[in-house]
């Protein structure tokens, strides 16, 4: 691949400027990355990041400024145009078509194919490119049956075949592993051995420092900072993105004093997903769930709210034997589930903040007749709005409108609503900022010290430590050992996740 | 989603109505009553204000069921063949010699099964409605057609066609005092209660409701069983108005419902809509359709221009969108993660 | 034996198999049923009322694989039957070769309407369609004015057309008008496995989203399914005007719900994103199959007909829904198995 000379960046941004009614914008942005090397993108939800990527890949048109491309001034109308300038995006969500085999994913828009197809060769390009990123994958294979990882490797394939000179990655890891992770950081690395820019823009900072040559901060749509990772700290990036200091994790060390047992599970099971999963959660304790994605987790939490109930074991809550078969049935249990999904199961993006709020606790707000009481509902929202420091002017805006964190205080507020005696928690600042994710944690501390009691699932280990009293770790769908607070550190833990050390008995 | 009001103020509300749905229709609506007033003389008469109610009475009774079902992100197709199928049992019932206080009764339970068996294929099943009531809009009228073969069956008792024909109380037809009654009481469940709160959950995204305590399957199995009870009803009036019954009868109302469901500002997505806009909605068809009658124009010409008005209803926002937006892909909705 | 098929035939395969025998079983009831089932005209008689709807059918199918839906197919096959008979009467001496041509051109410009309205209008195709639906009704009900085209108006070679026999397999005599339909059928088969703007197709319709990032332009591989699906439609016109010769403004009333029929039955992807022409083909023979023999069969009367459709068509969505969630079942029982990484990805190289 022919290189561009020195002092030209492959991408300039010049005084890029976006508007939006209401979504973040980008304002007078001037930015610029080199061939061959990786530029981490961080900053808060809403600090413009999602906008500079589409307006790179051709989906949004900047009102001002100018894009370059190797020095040349460039409009990139839609993704077509992008494409042919070298620029392809991968997101956290694969963006692959399930019904097409991995072959024809990587090829489908190749106008280099010709108009017939011609299979074989094909076949025999696709495996030659697998073959270049590393890594072994049956190209004849339907994508609906890939993994995650899998299906990100197709949609890397198919950047590689475009010869592309600028990959975007937003959130790449975001789902993976810990392996799939280091397979990844191992093929970016290759992709910038071959000359490619990668723009990769990620929450988590420690990926940040792992593969970055630089990284910007974007806060407000501006622009804060560009440096070398070299030359910046954890704390300074914080700062910028946030725009003050925050005491990002205090470790927790001593576990709650904690009181009764409100849950008991023993020898819970489901056919092929989760096998002899057995703990006790007390009142105002915190129990996280840690392990790698995939390690049927989230299955548990399914369980215990009746979504997908368990097919083996027993559950007790509050010492009485309880089957939970519906969410509804674990509602009146006093059960609440938070999903680690805001957009497809959280909450009714286009409904109003209130709307969402009184959803599973509606049946208070009724007078006679089946009349919502519209103010009893509405003092409610607003209340909680004050309460958990709900970014927004008043309860009647569509929680589409907010941005990540105040969606995820939305869901806390309706799940608080129902006074639930157990709470489960599904990655609850998964795509949250750091400012947020404080406030988040302190939210969950303060539920516990009421007499909650808290079950926590998170891939974030940071988290894990800072908010736990116990840990259950699993992998494969195997309780690995359970930890006193105390006991544990990011090492054994992680060790028991991976399954490099052997299953423990509970402590 | 920027014609929607979001401020409390009653103010600004007034300003934001006529810059709604509802309020571009009211504007519509007072062209058209107008123009009809301007064109045709006898256009005010009670006569005629009555008559352009009865002759689509039965439509919009169903219009009514139809809001639900749409703003739950369903579609029933079938109900204009659980119209026919009703008129068609009933006249094969009475026919046989039935007493057709009996023979209305049995007919409502067949408009409840029918929507029961949609209902068990889609909420229970899981296949989308969009096919269940297709394949049933075939199959339900195949079933009206087994009942009266080619033939067209009339003779009901005098006060059956008495009911269809006459007011009932002052000049009013019962299927219009029907129409009122049920448009109050379901405009109520809709926007009043926790009921009506569910449905639009439900449109809004299925799993969060479900994820949030609200018993999914059996809100969408009332519904349709409703839809279907509801179309039974309508088919009844049609059989009593036109005192005879075919097995092709209200062959294609459907096409009319969805319309006026559309035209009121129902999210064919779900979720979005409200009694009012499918009222004024309601009256915007029937008066145009009444116009048009009255200055003679075929029945076919006033299908085309449902056609057209079904395809505006939302052709029209997406291009003032278009216009709003200097670059149509923007809209295109692609889930970035971050924001 | 059973799970080994199963895991080497791809589900598409299955799905054909398993209707192929359906189709099997339902030919061996009826000619238990009814006498003279395997005579010539009664094969006759079915293949040339599949040769109608076969070519509706792989348009329908077109569309839903991009996720949409044509339901105005039926009216334009109306449309073409009635102005083209109506262009013949007044022109004679057009030859066969520009009638074909005319009738294709007619169905494109009708199906870039619906095209139009649902890619770059963005009204769901359903509601678009229905519109036409009634629209291109109208039209045609305004325009003929309550005249019927009657096969004495039409140039003799379109009315001899259907007996125009191809050749012969033993008493079963091949109709040019079946051949054109399945030379339709094969024509677009080999282009949805070969063109890869056809693949497109799929493309779009199992995973919009991800068509438009990779630089698909969807909103013309939706608009070119709904004029190739007009385009098919003007097909079916043409052979339904050879067919039957006496044309009146009701030609092709229903005719949307067979093709979809044909189509679901078929095996395509209510969803969009997977189906084959081969199933299309099979699932138009059963509908029309079943339809044919039902009007011979004395034990039910022929006004079961719709009713049978209806329940076919639910069946056959209800037996791919179930399928399909056993095969899901059965992937994730084989994924659970342990996996061990190969060396070179555990390494991170």
């Known amino acids: 691949m022919a290189q561009p000379p020195e002092n030209i960046p492959i991408l300039e941004l010049r005084n890029v400027s976006k508007n939006f009614a209401l979504t973040a914008a980008l304002s007078d942005i001037s930015w610029r990355v080199k061939a061959g090397e990786v530029h981490a993108v961080v900053g808060e939800n809403g600090a413009g990041k999602s906008t500079l990527i589409k307006i790179i890949t051709g989906v949004h048109q900047p009102d001002s400024g100018e894009v370059l491309v190797e020095g040349k001034k460039v409009t990139i109308q839609n993704t077509q145009v992008a494409q042919q300038l070298g620029i392809a995006a991968i997101f956290q969500e694969p963006m692959v078509f399930p019904d097409l085999d991995v072959a024809e994913n990587i090829f489908i828009s190749h106008r280099k194919m010709g108009a017939v197809m011609n299979w074989r060769k094909l076949y025999a390009d696709a495996e030659l490119l697998i073959d270049r990123i590393g890594v072994t994958l049956d190209v004849r294979r339907a994508a609906s049956g890939l993994t995650l990882a899998e299906q990100q490797t197709v949609e890397i394939a198919r950047a590689l075949s475009l010869n592309v000179k600028v990959l975007i990655m937003d959130e790449p890891t975001a789902s993976l592993s810990a392996h799939e992770v280091d397979r990844l950081m191992a093929i970016v690395a290759a992709l910038k051995e071959r000359g490619v820019a990668v723009i990769y823009i990620s929450h988590r900072l420690d990926e940040v420092f792992r593969i970055a040559d630089r990284v910007t901060v974007l806060r407000d749509g501006r622009h804060i900072s560009t440096n070398d990772v070299a030359l910046v700290t954890e704390t300074s990036m914080i700062k910028d993105m946030v725009g003050r200091a925050i005491d990002q994790f205090a470790l927790k060390k001593v576990a709650n004093d904690h009181g009764d047992k409100v849950l008991s599970v023993k020898n819970l099971g489901r056919e092929n997903i989760y096998e002899d999963i057995s703990f006790d959660l007390h009142r105002g304790e915190v129990l996280c769930f840690a392990g790698l994605i995939g390690s049927k987790r989230t299955d548990i939490g399914l369980a215990l709210f009746g979504v997908q109930p368990a097919q083996a074991g027993t559950i007790e809550v509050g010492g009485v034997p309880s089957t939970i078969t519906n969410p509804k049935e674990a509602m009146a249990l006093g059960i609440a589930y938070v999903s680690e999904d805001r957009r497809k199961l959280g909450l009714a993006m286009t409904m109003p903040i209130f709307a969402n709020a009184s959803l599973p606790s509606l049946k208070k707000f009724l007078s006679h007749l089946g009349m919502i009481d519209h103010n009893a509902e509405y003092a409610m929202a607003d209340n909680y709005r004050t309460q958990l420091a709900i970014r927004s002017p008043n309860v009647n805006i569509d929680v589409g409108k907010l941005s990540g964190g105040n969606q995820q205080k939305v869901m806390l507020a309706k799940w608080l609503e129902t006074h639930p005696r157990i709470l489960i928690l599904d990655e609850p600042t998964r795509g949250v900022d750091v400012g947020a994710k404080a406030e988040v944690h302190n939210i969950i501390r303060d539920l516990a010290k009421q007499g909650v009691a808290v079950i926590v699932i998170s891939s974030d280990l940071p988290e894990v430590l800072a908010l736990a009293d116990r840990i259950l770790v699993m992998r494969e769908g195997r309780q690995m050992g359970i930890f006193d607070i105390a006991n544990a550190s990011q090492e054994n833990v992680m060790a028991l996740a991976t399954g490099q050390s052997k299953p423990r008995v509970a402590a | 989603m920027m014609l929607k009001s979001e401020t409390q103020s009653w103010k600004t509300a007034t300003f934001f109505f006529f810059k709604s749905w509802e309020g571009l229709l009211v504007i519509i609506l007072a062209i058209i009553l107008s123009a009809n007033m301007f064109l045709v003389p006898q256009f005010l008469t009670l006569q005629n204000q009555i008559n352009l109610f009865q002759l689509s009475n039965e439509k919009i009774i169903v219009a009514l069921a139809m809001t639900f079902i749409i703003i739950s992100a369903e579609i029933d197709l079938s109900v204009a063949s659980v119209m026919g199928l009703s008129a068609c049992a009933f006249a094969y019932l009475v026919q046989g010699g039935m007493p057709a206080g009996v023979a209305i009764v049995i007919c409502l339970f067949v408009g409840a099964a029918a929507g029961a068996i949609n209902a068990f294929w889609i909420a229970y099943i899981g296949i989308p409605s969009l096919v269940v009531t297709l394949a049933m809009l075939i199959g339900f009228r195949g079933l009206a057609r087994v009942l009266l073969e080619d033939k067209g069956i009339g003779n009901f008792p005098e006060w059956v066609n008495a009911l269809g024909r006459d007011g009932f109380i002052g000049p009013f037809p019962l299927a219009f005092i029907v129409f009122v009654i049920l448009l109050i009481i379901f405009g109520i469940t809709l926007h009043r209660t926790g009921f009506g709160r569910q449905v639009y959950v439900i449109g809004n995204n299925a799993d969060v409701a479900r994820y949030s305590g609200v018993n999914v399957v059996r809100i969408r199995s009332i519904l349709f069983i409703m839809s279907g009870t509801v179309s039974a009803l309508a088919g009844l009036f049609y059989a009593a108005r036109l005192a005879s019954v075919r097995g092709d009868a209200a062959n294609g109302f459907e096409l009319d419902i969805i319309t006026m469901v559309l035209l009121g500002g129902v999210s064919i997505f779900g979720g979005k809509g409200s009694m009012l806009g499918v009222l004024l909605s309601i009256l915007i068809v029937l008066n145009l359709r009444n116009g048009m009658a009255l200055e003679n124009i075929t029945g076919h010409i006033q299908t085309a221009v449902i056609g057209i008005l079904l395809i505006s209803s939302v052709l029209i926002p997406n291009l003032i969108e278009n216009l709003r937006i200097s670059n149509p892909t923007k809209k295109k909705t692609i889930s970035v993660s971050g924001e | ?349």
Request: hydrophobic share 55%; charged share 15%.
């Open chain 3, 1 to 349: 034996m059973m799970m080994i098929l199963l895991r080497r035939l791809h589900p598409q395969t299955l799905r054909v198999l398993a209707l192929a025998l359906v189709l099997v079983l339902v030919i061996l009831f009826f000619s238990s049923q009814i006498d003279n089932y395997f005579s010539p005209r009664m094969l006759n008689r079915i293949a040339t009322s599949a040769a109608v709807i076969l070519p509706i059918a792989i348009g329908q199918a077109l569309v839903v694989i991009t996720r949409n839906v044509d339901l105005s197919v039926g009216s334009l096959v109306g449309i073409v039957a009635y102005l083209i008979g109506d262009f013949l009467g007044k022109h004679q001496g057009l030859d066969p070769f520009s009638t074909l041509v005319l009738a294709l051109s007619l169905g494109g410009i009708c199906g870039a309407i619906n095209g139009t309205l649902v890619a770059y209008g963005r009204v769901p195709s359903i509601i678009a369609t229905l519109g036409t639906l009634a629209l291109f009704r109208t039209f045609l009900v305004e325009y003929s004015g309550a005249r019927t085209i009657t096969t004495e108006s039409l140039p003799p070679w379109i009315v001899e057309f259907p007996q125009a026999v191809l050749f012969s397999i033993g008493n079963f005599e091949v109709r040019a008008m079946v051949v054109i339909a399945l030379v339709a059928a094969l024509i677009f088969g080999l282009a949805l496995s070969k063109l890869r703007l056809v693949r497109k197709l799929y493309a779009v319709g199992s995973n919009p989203d991800a068509a438009v990032m990779s630089g698909i332009n969807s909103k013309r591989v939706v608009f070119m399914a709904f004029v190739l699906s007009g385009v098919l439609a003007g097909l079916s016109g043409l052979i339904f005007l050879a067919k039957f010769g006496n044309i009146t403004v009701v030609a092709g009333l229903g005719f949307e719900l067979k093709s979809i029929a044909a189509v679901v039955v078929g095996g395509v992807n209510i969803f969009g994103g997977s189906g084959t022409i081969l199933g299309v083909l099979f699932g138009t023979i059963l509908v029309d199959t079943i339809d044919n023999s039902l009007t011979r069969w004395a034990v039910v009367s022929e006004f079961w007909r719709d009713a049978l459709l209806g329940m076919l068509i639910l069946t056959a969505v209800a037996a791919d829904t179930f399928m399909a969630r056993s095969f899901v079942r059965m992937k994730r029982k084989n994924a659970l198995k342990p996996k061990t990484l190969p060396p070179e990805i555990r390494n991170g190289k």
